[in-house]
Every structure is written in structure tokens, then in C-alpha cells.
């Protein structure tokens, strides 16, 4: 061998060599970033639901955002990723709607049938039968596709308002009646009027 020549750094020379592969890191940084977003939007979040976006264009996807309420969020995640951001939370209820694609909007009002209105607007004027929710969860219950006539038909915070005061200023026999109401309407009821009184007398400063 020429003790002047160059040793050859052709492949051979590098076999043995492993280099830190950058481009699959990059991936994984955008994964998690993905999963930190989404619990980002879990916090304060009254509901999520999925629907099916197969077939969305993306001048679709900004015109739906258009129409959305600010208090409503409207992502694009992986199904794997969602998973892995609600598991071992109560929003982990919204599993059985993780198949095929989903789009995922983030409610984070208390006005459920606003929130979800826009979307079953442009649905109907996009001729969008297909593309339906896929499931949602409010108040850690699973809605599925078939459940969201109760969701799109919850009272606004004025209606509970109303129906409160009205109760309380009707006979006893009204009172009993909307007692005797499902605990989740009672419920919402029940904060309604704590919320009221919380205005009206609020706690002295100390």
C-alpha cells in the first residue's frame, strides 16, 4: 500500500458507522407537539366530538372555520394521537369514535348547541350526508352518532334562567315537577342558580 495514499471512505469504510437519523426525529418532536396541543384543549373544554372530514377540501375546512364560534376550536390530529392525549383522563370516553378520519372540534362555552350548529348547517348546504359526527362527550358521557339530537337540543344558560325562576315562582307542584326532572338537567339547573347567587352576593374580599 502507498503509505501517501488516502485510506478510502467509500461505503465499506462506513459500514460499521450509524449516524442519528434527524429527519426521524423531526416527526416525533411534531407527534408530541401534536399530543401537548390537544391536552392544551382539553383544559376548560366543555366537549369534543369527531366528524368524519374523508373527502373535505381544504377550502371547505376554511370556510367551516369561518363559521365556528371563537369559543370553538376545530383540529386536525391523528386518531392515535387524540388517544394518546385523553388516555387516563375523563375525555378518554371519546375511544369509540376513533376510526377512519376524523376532524375534532373543541367546545370550551357552555352553549353545546351553538357550538355544534354551524357545523350541521354546512353539512346540510355542503350536501355533506356522509360526513356526519362520529361521537362526542359531554360531561364525561359518550354521545354516539345516533345520541346528538340531545346534544344539539341542551338549553342555553338564559333557558335554565328562565325555567329556574319561573319554578320557583310557581307553586309548590311546579317545583316538585322540575325536581323530578333527569339528574343531568337538574344539574345544570342546580349550577345555574349557584352561579346566580354568586353574581347577586358575591363572597367579601378578605
Not at 107 to 135: C, M, W
Not at 184 to 190: A, E, F, I, Q, T
Amino acid at each position: 500500500m502507498n503509505p501517501l495514499s488516502v485510506p478510502s471512505r467509500g461505503p465499506a469504510h462506513r459500514q460499521g458507522t450509524r449516524f442519528p437519523s434527524v429527519r426521524a426525529a423531526i416527526p416525533r418532536t411534531k407527534k408530541e407537539e401534536t399530543v401537548e396541543t390537544v391536552r392544551q384543549e382539553l383544559e376548560n373544554c366543555y366537549l369534543v366530538a369527531g366528524i368524519n372530514y374523508k373527502g373535505f377540501t381544504v377550502k371547505q375546512f376554511q370556510e367551516l372555520r369561518k363559521t365556528l364560534p371563537e369559543s370553538t376550536k376545530l383540529m386536525v390530529a391523528k386518531n392515535t394521537l387524540v388517544y394518546k392525549a385523553v388516555e387516563g383522563t375523563p375525555w378518554d370516553a371519546i375511544k369509540p369514535c376513533m376510526k377512519g378520519m376524523n376532524v375534532w372540534l373543541f367546545v370550551h362555552s357552555e352553549e353545546i348547541p351553538k357550538a355544534l350548529k354551524p357545523y350541521r348547517d354546512f353539512q346540510k348546504d355542503k350536501k355533506l350526508e356522509d360526513n356526519d359526527f362520529t361521537g362526542a362527550v359531554f360531561e364525561g358521557k359518550f354521545y354516539g352518532p345516533h345520541d346528538f339530537k340531545k346534544l344539539e337540543t341542551l338549553p342555553t344558560r338564559a333557558e335554565i334562567y328562565a325555567t329556574l325562576l319561573s319554578a320557583l315562582q310557581s307553586p309548590a307542584s311546579s317545583l316538585v315537577a322540575t325536581l323530578q326532572a333527569p339528574a343531568r338537567d337538574l344539574l345544570m339547573l342546580l349550577n345555574a342558580h349557584v352561579k346566580n347567587l354568586e353574581q347577586q352576593h358575591p363572597p367579601a374580599s378578605q
